[in-house]
């Protein structure tokens, strides 16, 4: 009896020794490997296949990368009084690093950016910094350009058309780089631009893209945040697609796909993330290019031929080399008007300030 | 007396049964929605405490429900004012934009005024933008012309594109990368927050709203009239009441409660003016201003609920992984609930 006593007060004693072992011994490790809550916000859905989708895969392949990482996400917030409302509600989930994923969400982040120093803000595409807000983007026209020599070698019409958003400098900027890679290898090539005045409405971009093709358009580009309605209206009629925003688009047009521009955010949410988590993290207005993994051009269609792929990578080293610049002048703009004399470069810096379409676009630039 | 005590009686316990009854359906719309997030795996009971502590269980959650609340009773009221003349305002949304953007006209050229003189000037103009875009549609109907159903729907487009011309063009800040945007609103111009939250003082248009409508339609001889047009013109007509002056009276005054929405948003919520100003608030406030038949206390709480909804959707988003179109399930659940709240209260309608 005295013994079972002895027996069991020793198990207890083993075993509150192991507890208060493992109480010291828990919250060192996790000291040593902590913990990172990452909160993203989304303007529209994560199944959009563009825009919204492309952020939500980085922040996945993030987490895939880092098992310490925790991701909390928000889809479908619109601009305005919802966005602070989601990332302050983020942070008192714990999180510490907010990504607040769409140009409108700028002044919302900085808002809450300067009641939370000690979180960190990550925002696409925006001009605004903060000690604890940084930015990234990467610039696109040569990546537009490279699509236009695909499509002018792949057009049987000679004539393209383009889905865009908004009239705004950067997107005019795209659609001109793609028309000047376009008649780099196909003088008589066209394009044509439709705006549709908001980033999201697809029987409007089905409209536009099918109103396109009538006028004997047979390659489809787009620069809205779903890029689906387009390429889709574009395989329906047998007529070439090229991409944007997000990798996955070609399974929407198999047949049809020339290729795509892609942004690709997964190591650049790592490195934002590592960076976050061992304290080296600083705010900084991060702008790639072609050679920026977050830029990808997307694998190519059936209907490019192999000297036209050959053509894109070639140009592609030259430009990641510095070597050839995509507003080269003489330039015209499409009401004959001179914008870049010969000799001279319209730089990528300042296609803020771009407000014209160039000699061969079909449009108005406003 | 034995008759009123009686009548009085059967009143009281009639709103007993339906405060019940609407207690009972709002119990069966979370028991319905508990299967939904049983399906996405997810402990109910935990994902309702979830979003009991982020709205209303903290003072921030609360103050963030009251935000989402504002521009929806004012866009609500926007509705019901002129729907006691039985006059379909579907122009909610392009009043909004409209007061919106004649309060940043305001804000924009008067912004070296002082606030106490800036802030009333912004809110005035926003009352009247909102007012006269909606007056347009009240003389086509007091005309005869067109319908204000049709006019004011087609209205809405028009109005947004009005903001997109004044952002894209003359009014865009030179300073935004060429982004479709106005320039920030001065300090002087931007509504101030009440308690360090985000509740603004557009809140108090809102209760100033809400209360005038009861009392004008429940006390005075102009709701008597109102009422009277609302059942039978003809014979209100005859008894000498004009229909024509309610007709531009009500669209004003249901055009300028929008208009104050949108000044408020532009003010407070987004400081500048952009063409994402509004995600469909007039139309939610159509929404929820026929669920409820325009009565104050409706609005009020099927306004609450929606923000609610919104509010502990994201909540559910972030803790439960739930997809954003699921929150949209246990929307379309309350709404019922709320409409199905009506034959419950005695009344045919």
Redesign the interface.
């Known amino acids: 009896m005295k013994n079972t006593a002895r027996l069991i007060l020793r198990e207890l004693a083993i075993l509150a020794s192991a507890l208060l072992a493992l109480g010291t011994v828990v919250p060192s490790a996790a000291q040593a490997q902590e913990k990172l809550k990452v909160?993203i916000v989304h303007i529209g859905?994560i199944h959009d296949a563009g825009y919204n989708q492309a952020h939500a895969e980085g922040v996945q392949i993030m987490k895939k990368n880092l098992p310490n990482v925790e991701v909390?996400?928000?889809?479908?917030?619109?601009?305005?009084?919802?966005a602070?409302?989601?990332m302050?509600?983020?942070i008192?989930?714990g999180a510490k690093l907010i990504i607040p994923a769409s140009?409108?969400f700028m002044?919302p982040a900085l808002r809450v950016a300067k009641k939370y120093p000690e979180v960190k803000f990550v925002h696409p595409g925006g001009?605004k910094l903060a000690p604890n807000m940084g930015t990234y983007w990467a610039s696109t026209p040569e990546a537009f350009y490279l699509m236009g020599i695909a499509a002018g070698k792949t057009t049987k019409t000679n004539k393209a058309g383009y889905v865009v958003a908004?009239?705004?400098?950067?997107f005019l900027a795209n659609v001109n780089a793609f028309q000047l890679g376009a008649r780099s290898v196909n003088p008589r090539f066209e394009t044509r631009v439709v705006f549709m005045?908001?980033f999201l409405d697809a029987p409007k971009e089905a409209i536009a893209a099918n109103a396109i093709l009538d006028m004997g358009a047979d390659v489809l580009g787009v620069i809205v945040d779903s890029p689906i309605a387009v390429v889709q209206a574009a395989e329906k009629r047998g007529a070439y697609s090229i991409g944007y925003h997000y990798l996955g688009v070609q399974k929407f047009a198999p047949k049809g796909w020339i290729s795509g521009i892609a942004f690709t955010w997964g190591e650049l949410y790592t490195r934002f993330a590592k960076q976050v988590m061992d304290g080296t993290w600083k705010s900084e207005a991060l702008f790639g290019n072609l050679s920026s993994d977050y830029l990808t051009i997307s694998p190519f269609g059936p209907a490019v031929s192999a000297d036209a792929v050959r053509m894109v990578n070639d140009t592609k080293r030259e430009f990641i080399a510095a070597r050839k610049h995509v507003f080269a002048g003489p330039l015209k703009d499409n009401k004959g008007a001179e914008r870049v004399k010969a000799g001279e470069v319209f730089p990528l810096q300042g296609i803020?300030?771009m407000?014209w379409l160039v000699e061969g676009v079909i449009g108005q630039p406003? | 007396m034995d008759n009123v005590t009686r009548a009085t009686g059967t009143v009281r316990s009639r709103r007993a049964a339906a405060v019940i009854r609407f207690g009972g359906l709002i119990g069966l719309a979370l028991a319905v929605f508990a299967l939904v997030l049983l399906a996405f795996g997810q402990n109910p009971l935990r994902a309702y405490a979830d979003i009991f502590r982020?709205t209303l269980g903290s003072p921030?959650g609360f103050s963030?429900v009251l935000?989402?609340m504002i521009?929806l009773v004012l866009t609500a009221l926007a509705v019901a004012i002129p729907a006691k003349i039985w006059l379909i305002n579907v122009g909610g949304e392009g009043q909004l934009f409209i007061g919106a953007l004649f309060a940043t006209w305001g804000a924009l050229h008067f912004g070296s005024l002082p606030a106490w003189l800036l802030l009333p000037l912004v809110s005035l103009l926003g009352f009247l933008g909102g007012g006269l875009w909606a007056l347009l549609s009240g003389i086509l109907r007091a005309k005869g012309w067109a319908s204000e159903t049709i006019s004011t729907l087609l209205m809405n487009y028009v109005a947004i594109?009005l903001v997109?011309f004044f952002v894209?063009?003359p009014w865009k800040d030179p300073e935004?990368?060429?982004?479709?945007q106005s320039a920030?609103f001065p300090d002087a111009a931007v509504l101030p927050s009440l308690f360090e939250s985000?509740v603004h003082l557009g809140a108090l248009f809102a209760i100033v709203g809400l209360l005038l409508f009861y009392v004008v339609m429940s006390r005075t001889r102009w709701g008597l009239e109102m009422r009277a047009l609302g059942i039978n013109q003809e014979a209100a007509r005859r008894n000498g009441i004009s229909a024509d002056r309610y007709i531009l009276l009500l669209m004003f005054i249901g055009g300028g409660m929008a208009g104050l929405a949108g000044m408020g948003?532009v003010s407070a919520?987004?400081?500048?003016l952009?063409?994402?100003?509004?995600?469909g608030l007039g139309y939610t406030g159509f929404l929820i201003s026929w669920i409820t038949m325009g009565s104050p206390s409706g609005i009020v709480a099927a306004a609450f609920l929606i923000s609610l909804i919104?509010?502990g959707g994201?909540?559910l988003?972030?803790?439960h992984r739930i997809?954003?179109?699921a929150i949209h399930i246990l929307m379309a659940l309350v709404l019922f609930v709320v409409l199905a709240r009506r034959s419950g209260t005695g009344g045919k309608k």
Do not use: C, W
């Open positions: 909160g859905s909390i996400q928000v889809e479908n917030v619109p601009e305005g009084a919802d602070e409302r989601v302050e509600n983020m008192k989930q140009f409108g002044d001009y908004l009239p705004i400098s950067f005045g908001t803020g300030k407000d406003k | 982020a921030y963030e935000v989402k521009p594109l997109s894209f063009g935004s990368a060429n982004y479709p920030p985000r948003e919520i987004h400081g500048q952009r063409p994402s100003l509004s995600p919104t509010a994201d909540i988003q972030m803790t997809p954003a179109a």
